[in-house]
């Protein structure tokens, strides 16, 4: 008996210090509570505590006039491109160039083998020399029978035969010299040459391989001059005209050039809805398949522009600096628009006549105040 009550008294024992220990947690959590409620600042009763800035400078955002631009890539593209095959079927005996040679018109790139085609020129040669000795036979009868026949010793028949062998020798070897020069033609053909001064770039066949007609051998670009082929919107179709002025930017070189649209390809591709507008273009270091960004100018309008140096990137986040009518400064999210030149376009999160620091924009601080502000 005397040890139920033991445990008894053990159990209350228990449960009084666990019910003064949520006590004094409790009693803790409500003196944290009050002495955070008397710290708090009720609104209209005094001043948030802000970081004074200084050196910086301020700008009120105006709307401004801009040139308008459409903005589009393309592909810079050699003016003159030269796909060279060969035409006739034979086993290259010889290649000159490799790729990223330099060419000149005219030059011998690569031969095939012609002794099938030289033993042709050689017999149509032979057939040509016995058609001359043949037609000259021919004239020379000719010639005599014609005499015979004045003298009314020849009938008109017999006369009419050998008008006719003449003829005959005469198609005879008009033929053999067309056979020769189609043997010559053909002859030529083992020999390729360049037509066009421009760079091998690209090279599909090795000596010894056999060249078939129509086979792509060698590609040479003429490097002189290039041209920017534009995927250009359906909705600017009828708006762009050839000798329009438009900025080229190459990236991949850094170089930014101005060309002038030589041709557009009014048909529009059903997949991408756009039409092709050709730019041509100048400048050294190009090459064929370069990417560019093109501005094509497509009237004016009035933007909100800052200076790039106003932005400021936090992570992913793009924003400014704004300052209120009191001086208090907030980071606001942007949403950036088209560039121009070392101005962007702002298309959300400012309005005109806003105020954003542009000057000292590392001395700013997201709920600080301004103090001894430059305005401009």
Known sequence: MKGMMNKKAGRHGLTDVFL??????????????????????????????????????????QLSEVNDYYETSGTVRAKTISVISSRVMGTVTALMVKEGDRVNAGQ???????????????????????????????????????????????????????????????????????????????????????????????????????????????????????RVDLHVDERLSG??????????????????????????????????????????????????????????????KHAIIVPKAALVEKGQLTGVYAVDEKGVVTYRLVRVGKEYDNNLELLSGINPNDKIITGGIDKAVDGGILQNVSAQ
């Open 20 to 61: 003064m220990t949520r006590y004094a947690f409790l009693l803790t959590l409500g003196l944290l509570l009050l002495a955070g409620c008397k710290e708090k600042v009720k609104p209209g009763s005094a001043e948030i505590h802000r970081k004074a800035i200084t050196g910086v400078s301020v700008t009120a955002i």
């Open 108 to 226: 011998t790139l690569m031969t095939i083998d012609d002794r099938e085609m030289a033993e042709r020129v050689k017999a149509a040669d032979k057939a040509l020399e016995a058609a001359r000795l043949n037609k000259s036979l021919a004239d020379t009868t000719y010639k005599r029978y014609r005499e015979i026949y004045d003298e009314r010793a020849l009938t008109e028949q017999e006369m009419d035969q050998v008008e006719t062998q003449k003829k005959v020798a005469e198609a005879e070897y008009e033929r053999a010299k067309a056979m020769l020069s189609e043997a010559q033609v053909s002859h030529g053909f083992a020999r390729i040459t360049a037509p066009i001064a421009g760079v091998v770039t690209e090279r599909s066949i090795d000596r010894g391989s056999m060249a078939t007609p129509g086979t792509p051998l060698l590609t040479i670009e003429n490097i002189s001059s290039f």
């Open 239 to 300: 708006r762009l005209k050839v000798g329009m002025s438009v900025d080229i930017f190459i990236d991949s070189t850094g170089q930014q050039m101005r060309g002038k649209i030589t041709e557009i390809i009014p048909s529009v591709d059903s997949m991408s809805r756009t039409f092709m507008a050709k730019v041509d273009i100048g400048g050294t270091g190009l090459k064929n398949g370069l990417y560019a960004r093109a501005k094509i100018p497509v009237g004016t």
